[in-house]
């Protein structure tokens, strides 16, 4: 049986950009690949396997042990697809009223670690990632277990900081803005209904939680620039605390300044993961087939194409272990390209250098992998790529750009801050 809580996907190192490909790398890259590749037709002979035991039990009437269903199904979340875990669960009949959202919220609610506090010593048997996907989705049937997951959680002796470090402690926050406003929507009904004196409302909670997180990213992120005074902060959230036709009001200051200086002297905690913060890096942000246009006479070719960690890499083939090239996603800009009659039917998005100055971009610095795996440094001006779904190149626009970004949950979190602050007329 496969560990619960590993999900092995495929992965690359951001690369160094020297003449020769190092060796020693290229080899643990074979090699890793070589057992993803043992480890997949594994997982499809367990997944025979427990369809077996499962029919035989059925034909002799033998009644499943749910601990196991329980593991199975964890697996299944974890592994395949959060989806695939609820879905395995209800099959098996884990939950006593075929899985309600309030069954599912405490499913999910029961197997994450809460306390923020204890960061390691307790590890999360569902990978929080795969858990802010699920509570994120747009489907009613996802909104409905968000909302009964929040309110699982007891704030009423909490103040405001320890209950949005413990909410967000549950799971990983998705990188889509939409979904990060469904979960913090939720977390803003839940706090206030615990606390209905602390804001004038929920309106206040939800925008004070995001400039929180905000501000911890301003206080200790080297790669964010100069840090947030308290006054720039106060100035940040001024008459936030009102509902959509009502007129502004100011937090209470001392709430302000508390959040502040806790912020100040404690990083907020935000988890990838509890299998350790490099999770990141084996779980790509975006992977799939895209049209690239390259060659010595310019033609279209197919390409599996991912996107993680800050680099794009395209190959051949979907099973490859070797990408054919390598492109980090920094001094870049990522914009839909409309070629008028020759659209041919497709969608198109274009990578092509940052502005420099006046007149010049930053040269792109992508890279071809030849036979051997030398890196050969490319000359390239511009990348183009094509899909039939408008909807799929988007997608990759907006991964493009959250990679493009020095911290892609910010940059999310100011989105979807930005945009709540904007339907309440709010200066910002």
Known sequence: ?????????????????????????ANVLEKKNRCQRDIEQLERQIDD?????????????????????????????????????????????????????????Q???????????NDGVTQSALIKSEVGEYLGEGKEFNIEVLRRFADLHDFSSNSFLTALRTYLWGFKLPGESQKIDRIMECFAKRF???????????????????????????????????NMSLEAFK??????????????????QDLVEEVYHSI????????????GFGYTFTNPDKRGFLGKLGGTYQVWRERWTVVTCRCLY????????????????????????????????????????????????????????????EVVQGNHKRYLFRSKNKDEIQDWINCIETNLSMDATSMNFADAFSKKMQRHEVAI
């Not at 495929?10 to 020769?20: E, V």
């Not at 099973?319 to 198109?348: A, C, K």
């Open 264 to 275: 100040d002297t404690e990083a907020f905690k935000i988890p990838d993961d509890e299998l």
């Open 235 to 252: 100035s940040q959230i001024r008459g936030i605390d009102h509902g959509p036709d009502e007129p502004e009001h100011d937090l209470p």
């Open 107 to 117: 499913f999910l609610f029961d197997n994450v670690t809460h306390d923020y506090a």
């Open 1 to 25: 049986m496969l560990c619960a809580s590993r999900k092995i996907k495929f992965f690359y190192f951001t690369p160094i950009f020297t003449s020769n490909f190092d060796q020693h790398i």
């Open 192 to 226: 206030c209904h615990a606390n209905p004196t602390l804001f004038r409302h929920e309106d206040g909670c939800f925008l004070l939680a995001f400039s929180t997180i905000m501000l911890n990213t301003s206080l200790h992120n080297p790669s964010a620039g100069r």
């Open 314 to 373: 395209y190959f051949a083939q979907e099973n490859d272990s070797r990408p054919i090239g390598i492109v980090p996603l920094e001094d870049l800009q990522v914009r839909p390209v409309n070629r008028g009659g020759q659209n041919g039917g497709y969608h198109y998005f274009e990578l092509v250098g940052a502005d420099s100055g006046p007149g010049t971009t930053h040269r792109i610095k992508g890279c071809k992998v030849g036979k051997k795996g």
């Open 49 to 105: 396997i427990e369809t077996k035991i499962s029919l035989e039990r059925d034909r002799l009437g033998i009644v499943e042990d749910m601990d196991h269903v329980l593991q199975v199904g964890i697996t299944r979340f974890n592994h395949k697809a959060a989806k695939k875990g609820i879905a395995y669960l209800k099959e098996h009949k884990y939950f006593s009223d075929g899985g309600t959202a309030e069954e599912v919220a």
